[in-house]
């Protein structure tokens, strides 16, 4: 009896500390509203995850016999330990530019280590668990292993593994239902009949991780921002789903969490690259560049330029916006880009940088990178901020970005017809740093080059930079 | 099933605070918000300490270890990563020492 009452007071206990911990999530996201209360909110969601980790130790040592479950516990501290030690180590080593693979990894282990423990709850109830715990524990496992396979081959293609960026799925739709029906049936196989639920669970986790397979293979590189996104609201939801099988609030809230904002960040992702999203997960684009051959290329000459010339442009000019793509983050040229701003600056010229949504391989990602070669984030100006000032600036300067500045988006019948750009091709003078005469992702001629206002430095935007860099430095001196 | 039906609702609340507080988030920080909100999913570490009290067989201890070594590389490197990235966020004005 009096054993009974203590377990429920530290269940209640229990509880409180929980939703504490899922409340500092909430604050800590909230925090995340502004760079300079950023870290802050970083800081209280790192420590309501303590706090919830200690109190599960404690309920662990209060409620449980531990002559039992010694080989598990010190499992348990084992894998903590490997664990936290290996991902300090992939925190501390990781370079920007290889964020979104990093985040891809950690979404392939939390998707495992959320089946894991939903398939767990599932195998090791005795007696036959309640159909609600089969239901939820049974999606956890489907979740999470769809978003392990997902996620791992999401992190391949993102870091150029060349076997697997050449994987091919030959008739990839009938794959993807094929392996979808297998799960689902296996799942509902499992709840109906819960006798055999060591077979129909281990079918639900092999389908469930073929599915994320024939799922993220077909999906093009550059979609895979979104793919990410996508994998991470399924993590949050399995963890969420596995909460819901061992009945715990703090795995609830913050599943949920973590669901909603994958989804609203895939949801602003696809709206900026101008795709439905449903478009992007279903792999077409990325595959076949049919229907962007047809369109009518633009006429015209393009006109070339020297580093002298762009620096003379720039120094005498009152408003220069840079423009940077991904392009500059692969050329390693952020910092070249953030001293000649500096070096401008200094001279007395305005400059800003417009950030479109989609720079970079993951949303947010060009101002990360800006922010590591030190450019203030005041600098950075979204979209529609930025769009009305073009204007007013002498000169533009595209760095690496292709796509999202082309004038043809304006227009309809053209593959990135509707989608948003930035008004580059309204400045005064548009200068454009490029690779060479490639096409974008989108497969078509960027109109933009052919404009009389514009002209084409080309070469290596780190080498170009640094003549730039070195012919103001000229000029100044 | 009472406890289900509080969980369930519990879990579509959660749901519409995510959704209005990360719409507040600016651009700038998606990066962040997304490796951040990734560790928060590392929440299931706890899911395994509660499941470790219960295990007592050699495919549970199998399951224990891999899914705390899984989850705590989730928490942990991610944690670590958003403040490295948070910590490079820096004000124009220098003086104001930056992203504290």
Same mark, same amino acid.
């Given at each position: 009896m009096q054993a009974t009452t203590t377990a429920s007071a530290i269940d209640i206990v229990a509880w409180f500390v929980y939703l504490l911990a899922a409340v500092m999530f909430v604050m800590g996201l909230h925090y995340m509203n502004s760079p300079k209360t950023a870290r802050k909110g970083n800081f209280i969601s790192a420590a309501g995850m303590v706090i919830a980790v200690v109190m599960a130790f404690v309920k662990l040592f209060v409620q449980h016999d531990l002559i039992h479950s010694w080989v598990a516990i010190g499992l348990l501290v084992a894998g903590?330990?490997?664990?936290?030690?290996?991902?300090?180590?992939?925190?501390?080593?990781?370079? /920007?530019?290889? /964020?979104?693979?990093?985040?891809?990894? =950690?979404?392939? !282990?939390?998707?495992?280590?959320?089946?894991?423990?939903?398939?767990?709850?599932?195998?090791?109830?005795?007696?036959?668990?309640?159909?609600?715990?089969?239901?939820?524990?049974? #999606?956890?496992?489907?979740?999470?292993?769809?978003? =392990?396979? $997902?996620?791992?081959?999401?992190?391949?293609?993102?870091?150029?593994?060349?076997?697997?960026?050449?994987?091919?799925?030959?008739?990839?739709?009938?794959?993807? !239902?094929?392996?979808?029906?297998?799960?689902?049936?296996?799942?509902?196989? #499992?709840?109906?009949?819960?006798?055999?639920? #060591?077979?129909?669970? !281990?079918?639900?986790?092999?389908?469930?991780?073929?599915?994320?397979?024939?799922?993220?293979?077909?999906?093009?590189?550059?979609?895979?921002?979104?793919?990410?996104?996508?994998?991470?609201?399924?993590?949050?939801?399995?963890?969420?789903?596995?909460?819901?099988?061992?009945?715990? !609030?703090?795995?609830?809230?913050?599943?949920?969490?973590?669901?909603?904002?994958?989804?609203?960040?895939?949801?602003? /992702?696809?709206?900026?690259?101008?795709?439905? #999203?449903?478009?992007?997960?279903?792999?077409? =684009?990325?595959?076949?560049?049919?229907?962007?051959?047809?369109?009518? $290329?633009?006429? $015209?000459?393009?006109?070339?330029?020297?580093?002298?010339?762009?620096?003379?442009?720039?120094?005498?000019?009152?408003?220069?916006?840079?423009?940077? $793509?991904f392009g500059l983050a692969q050329a390693q040229a952020q910092r070249e880009l953030a001293d000649l701003g500096e070096l401008l600056k200094e001279h007395g010229v305005e400059v800003e940088y417009a950030i479109h949504p989609v720079a970079g391989r993951m949303p947010g990602h060009m101002n990360v990178l800006l922010a590591e070669a030190n450019v203030p984030y005041e600098e950075l100006v979204d979209l529609d901020d930025i769009n009305p000032q073009f204007p007013s600036a002498n000169v533009s300067l595209v760095v690496g970005a292709n796509d999202v500045t082309n004038p043809a988006a304006r227009k309809p019948g053209t593959p990135v017809s509707g989608m948003p750009i930035l008004d580059v091709d309204k400045s005064q003078n548009v200068v454009v740093m490029k690779r060479g005469r490639g096409k974008g992702y989108a497969g078509i001629e960027n109109e933009l080059y052919f404009e009389p206002n514009t002209q084409m430095l080309f070469g290596d935007a780190k080498a170009g930079l640094q003549a730039v860099i070195a012919a103001v430095k000229e000029l100044l001196a | 099933m009472p406890s289900l039906v509080i969980s369930v609702t519990l879990f579509i609340l959660a749901l519409l605070i995510g959704i209005e507080v990360i719409g507040k988030v600016p651009a700038t920080l998606h990066t962040p918000l997304m490796s951040g909100a990734n560790s928060i999913h590392g929440i299931v570490i706890v899911g395994v300490v509660i499941v470790a009290a219960e295990a007592d067989t050699p495919l549970s201890f199998v399951f224990i270890f891999l899914a705390a070594v899984l989850g705590t590389m989730n928490v942990v490197g991610g944690y670590v990563v958003t403040d490295r990235m948070l910590e490079m966020f820096k004000s124009d004005k220098k003086n104001e020492g930056g992203a504290k």
């Open positions: 903590i330990a490997v664990g936290a030690v290996a991902g300090v180590w992939s925190a501390k080593k990781v370079k /920007m530019t290889d /964020m979104p693979q990093l985040v891809s990894v =950690f979404n392939t !282990v939390g998707g495992g280590a959320a089946a894991l423990v939903a398939l767990n709850d599932i195998l090791a109830a005795e007696g036959t668990p309640a159909l609600v715990v089969l239901i939820t524990a049974g #999606l956890g496992v489907m979740i999470g292993s769809v978003t =392990f396979t $997902g996620s791992l081959i999401a992190a391949g293609k993102l870091q150029g593994i060349g076997w697997v960026k050449k994987l091919s799925l030959p008739g990839k739709s009938v794959w993807n !239902v094929l392996f979808a029906l297998l799960t689902v049936a296996s799942l509902v196989m #499992l709840c109906v009949m819960p006798g055999q639920r #060591l077979l129909w669970s !281990v079918l639900t986790t092999v389908f469930a991780l073929c599915y994320g397979l024939v799922f993220v293979i077909p999906i093009g590189g550059a979609d895979m921002p979104v793919v990410i996104s996508i994998l991470n609201a399924c993590t949050g939801t399995a963890v969420a789903m596995s909460g819901l099988a061992i009945d715990n !609030v703090a795995l609830i809230v913050a599943g949920a969490l973590v669901g909603s904002a994958g989804v609203t960040l895939s949801v602003l /992702m696809s709206k900026a690259m101008n795709r439905p #999203l449903l478009s992007v997960l279903a792999g077409g =684009f990325g595959g076949s560049d049919g229907a962007a051959g047809s369109a009518d $290329g633009p006429e $015209g000459t393009m006109k070339e330029t020297s580093a002298d010339d762009l620096a003379v442009q720039l120094v005498y000019a009152d408003k220069v916006i840079f423009v940077p $793509g | -």
